[in-house]
């Protein structure tokens, strides 16, 4: 089974930062990657696919990269709505969330 | 308008059989490429993804839980039932069902049930 490391588990930021989150596969995935936004109660929301293709209607401030094992999610400049916990996606395999809070 | 709805019982016992349907609306399992999956999270903790069919009948389950999962569908009446035997409290979560489409993720979910194990 192939596994999804996240990095960091928790961040800790301020409006207006650039946040950077790091996922790595245990072995090549090419660029099938994806990632989520949850908020608590709430489903998760599709952001980003193929590694760096953005979901419609998602803001532009949301960035994705990477190809083969390594990739990483960027959100340009943090806004209040963004405070929530991140999921990369592989398959099969969900890595274990990274939890944006209030710096 | 794609939505989807998780519905089921919110309690059961231990080793007891879990039946989770999920309704759907705003598309057809019997269009090519097009999948409904089911996703459940214990309270507190990450994703798991559990199973997923496709249009075709094409059936994947997750590698650690296959012995104890059943997923069928049903297009006639839109819904997918996931069946998952020997409930342990350890499976108390909020399970979710969801759409995709064939190399696509999952974009739609429905709002997730919460599932509680306990005697």
């Known amino acids: 089974d192939i596994q999804m490391t996240q990095s960091p588990s928790t961040l800790s930021a301020s409006v207006g930062d650039r946040v950077t989150i790091t996922c790595r596969a245990s072995?090549?995935?090419?660029?099938?990657l994806a990632w989520y936004q949850q908020k608590p109660g709430k489903a998760p929301k599709l952001l980003i696919y193929?590694?760096?293709s953005l979901e419609s209607g998602v803001p532009s401030r949301f960035s994705g990269s990477g190809s083969g094992t390594e990739f990483t999610l960027t959100i340009s400049s943090l806004q209040p709505d963004d405070f929530a916990t991140y999921y990369c996606q592989q398959s099969g395999t969900f890595g274990q969330g990274t939890k944006v809070e209030i710096k | 308008q794609i939505t989807l709805k998780e519905s089921g019982p919110t309690l059961v016992k231990p080793t007891q059989t879990l039946t989770l349907t999920c309704t759907f609306s705003g598309f057809s399992l019997s269009t090519s490429g097009v999948g409904v999956g089911w996703i459940r999270q214990p309270p507190g903790k990450a994703l798991e993804w559990l199973a997923l069919?496709?249009?075709?009948?094409?059936?994947r389950y997750s590698p650690s839980l296959k012995s104890r999962l059943t997923i069928t569908k049903d297009t006639s009446k839109n819904q997918v039932v996931l069946t998952m035997t020997n409930m342990d409290p350890v499976d108390t979560a909020t399970y979710y069902c969801a759409h995709r489409q064939k190399w696509y993720p999952f974009d739609y979910w429905g709002q997730g049930t919460l599932v509680t194990v306990s005697s």
């Open positions: 072995q090549s995935i090419s660029s099938w």
């Open positions: 193929k590694a760096s």
């Open positions: 069919i496709y249009w075709d009948d094409d059936k």
